[in-house]
């Protein structure tokens, strides 16, 4: 069996495992392992900013909290959108900011890398203080519809998601941009002698970081209803 249909088989018994938990298991259980997902997912932006491509970064929760404002904001202005796709777009626009910071870091490597997210995320940390997040002030919150309001469905939601992305990732990183990002954390130099284009192997691990990280921020904003 090839490692990729080795990767699909394990995710269609993950799949029934997941099932079987959402119809066994009590509503605090399936609340608590949502959460569990959410986290992963914010786990696994770092892992593939950090592990595979040797960045150290202090934003990934910043890139959360744009996703997360996104569903809030659209939910109250478009609030018959799907719950599905206002997730989706918080994370393309929490990855295109993740995009902006990778172009405009290119050139930092290192510590400096490590304390230009850090000033991000305090950037963003004093918006967010100063103009809150959609909904706050009035009590409007975020209902996904049926299925996805009942904890169980939305249970399934976030393991999905997780699921989808960490099939993804695995299978970006046998291409050879994914391949660029070990090279990248291994010597910048011997990465660029190699022919990697460094700027765009490390502006692409920054936003697609940041879309996994916007994704979690989304599904934040479901599962609590509104965000502080």
């Given at each position: 069996?090839?490692?990729?249909?080795?990767?699909?088989?394990?995710?269609?018994?993950?799949?029934?495992?997941?099932?079987?938990?959402?119809?066994?298991?009590?509503?605090?259980?399936?609340?608590?392992?949502?959460?569990?997902?959410?986290?992963?997912?914010?786990?696994?932006?770092?892992?593939?900013?950090?592990?595979?491509?040797?960045?150290?970064t202090l934003c990934?929760?910043?890139?959360?909290?744009?996703?997360?404002?996104?569903?809030?904001?659209?939910?109250?202005?478009?609030?018959?959108?799907?719950?599905?796709?206002?997730?989706?777009?918080?994370?393309?626009?929490?990855?295109?900011?993740?995009?902006?910071?990778?172009?405009?870091?290119?050139?930092?490597?290192?510590?400096?890398?490590?304390?230009?997210?850090?000033?991000?995320?305090?950037?963003?940390?004093?918006?967010?203080?100063?103009?809150?997040?959609?909904?706050?002030?009035?009590?409007?919150?975020?209902?996904?519809?049926?299925?996805?309001?009942?904890?169980?469905?939305?249970?399934?939601?976030?393991?999905?998601?997780?699921?989808?992305?960490?099939?993804?990732?695995?299978?970006?990183?046998?291409?050879?941009?994914?391949?660029?990002?070990?090279?990248?954390?291994?010597?910048?130099?011997?990465?660029?002698?190699?022919?990697?284009?460094?700027?765009?192997?490390?502006?692409?691990?920054?936003?697609?970081?940041?879309?996994?990280?916007g994704l979690a921020?989304?599904?934040?904003?479901?599962?609590?209803?509104?965000?502080?």
């Open positions: 069996m090839t490692r990729a249909r080795a990767s699909w088989a394990v995710a269609v018994g993950f799949a029934a495992v997941l099932v079987a938990l959402a119809v066994t298991l009590p509503d605090y259980w399936v609340f608590l392992l949502s959460t569990v997902a959410i986290s992963a997912l914010v786990a696994r932006s770092v892992g593939l900013v950090a592990g595979q491509a040797g960045l150290v990934q929760m910043s890139f959360a909290a744009i996703g997360g404002w996104v569903v809030s904001w659209m939910s109250l202005t478009w609030p018959a959108l799907p719950y599905v796709l206002l997730v989706l777009v918080g994370g393309l626009v929490a990855g295109a900011a993740g995009l902006a910071l990778g172009v405009a870091t290119v050139r930092i490597r290192g510590i400096e890398f490590a304390v230009v997210t850090l000033g991000f995320a305090a950037a963003l940390d004093l918006v967010l203080r100063q103009g809150s997040f959609p909904g706050v002030g009035t009590g409007t919150a975020v209902y996904p519809e049926p299925p996805l309001d009942d904890p169980r469905g939305f249970f399934v939601l976030c393991w999905v998601v997780l699921l989808v992305v960490q099939l993804g990732l695995g299978a970006l990183s046998r291409t050879a941009h994914g391949l660029a990002w070990p090279a990248l954390k291994g010597s910048e130099r011997a990465a660029a002698a190699l022919g990697v284009k460094v700027g765009a192997a490390k502006a692409s691990a920054v936003a697609i970081g940041a879309v996994v990280a921020g989304g599904l934040l904003a479901g599962l609590y209803g509104l965000l502080t």
